[in-house]
């Protein structure tokens, strides 16, 4: 009907891009912010960076001090010759993150939430022994290594060292309940000054692009323990998937009309 003006045909307000709020204000489906007047679509740069925090997130994982201390130990043994290690699994990682992360976005909930609506019970239990298992070899070296680094630097005592290190844990978590912003900056904080500190390092020591390009590119395997240093840091870069499949609506919500596993009705159909 003429009458009915901007409306479509099935009586709804046209979609501009954000969702319209009452008494005429828009709100940002990536900000939050809510405008009057006629919504204004975000720049691109803007909505770059409203994710960049859960990005950080994600990458700081690949700096922990068990991280650090493979890769020394791997350099220290063999020099540049297992970099191709490192690329490898860079690749792996870039292709399973990315899944992780769509799997994600396009259902709304977390890889730990599916397998448990896909697999039996006992399928679960085992997956479950398996993540706990996994969390606790992870992070035994990641606090003896946080706890080493003080004892070098400030000549704490190890075992002091091992309680500063789960006070500060315990302290960033705390800070989430400020919100996810809060502690995506000070992640971010983190990781920008660390690849400041590598940088700095890097133009200090300037290493031969031959040997790095050759490490990096020709693979080898030669000399005691190099399969060992090879299968370590093959290992401590591919993990964390389940992280990446929460962080990307963690700061904005579960994408529309997505919920729970525990907030969806029972399937009553049997």
Not at 115 to 129: G, K, S
Not at 248 to 264: D, L
Request: charged share 20%; glycine share 10%.
């Amino acid at each position: 009907m003429e009458g009915a003006g901007e409306r479509d045909e099935i009586g709804h307000e046209p979609h501009h891009g954000g969702a319209v709020q009452s008494g005429g204000k828009h709100k940002d489906s990536t900000t939050g912010d809510e405008k009057d007047g006629e919504f204004q679509v975000q720049p691109r740069w803007r909505k770059f960076l409203a994710h960049v925090g859960s990005g950080a997130l994600v990458a700081i994982g690949f700096l922990d001090p068990s991280n650090l201390e493979t890769d020394m130990q791997a350099g220290a043994d063999f020099k540049y010759e297992l970099l191709w290690v490192v690329l490898v699994g860079m690749i792996f990682v870039l292709f399973i993150q990315t899944l992780s992360a769509n799997l994600g976005v396009k259902t709304g909930r977390h890889l730990a939430e599916l397998c448990r609506e896909e697999y039996p019970p006992f399928v679960n239990i085992c997956l479950w022994i398996i993540a706990e298992l996994a969390v606790i070899s992870d992070d035994i070296p990641e606090v003896l290594g946080t706890a080493f680094a003080f004892n070098i630097l400030f000549k704490i005592p190890v075992w002091a060292g091992v309680i500063l290190t789960v006070f500060s844990t315990l302290l960033l978590l705390g800070v989430q309940r400020f919100g996810a912003r809060k502690l995506e900056f000070i992640i971010a904080a983190f990781m920008f000054t660390m690849a400041g500190c590598f940088f700095g390092e890097l133009s200090y020591l300037s290493p031969s692009a031959r040997d790095v390009t050759k490490g990096m590119f020709v693979p080898s395997l030669r000399g005691k323990g190099a399969a060992a240093n090879a299968m370590a840091l093959f290992g401590a870069i591919i993990h964390r998937t389940t992280c990446s499949c929460t962080l990307p609506w963690s700061s904005h919500g579960r994408p529309h009309g997505q919920t729970k596993a525990s907030e969806r009705p029972a399937d009553t159909s049997s």
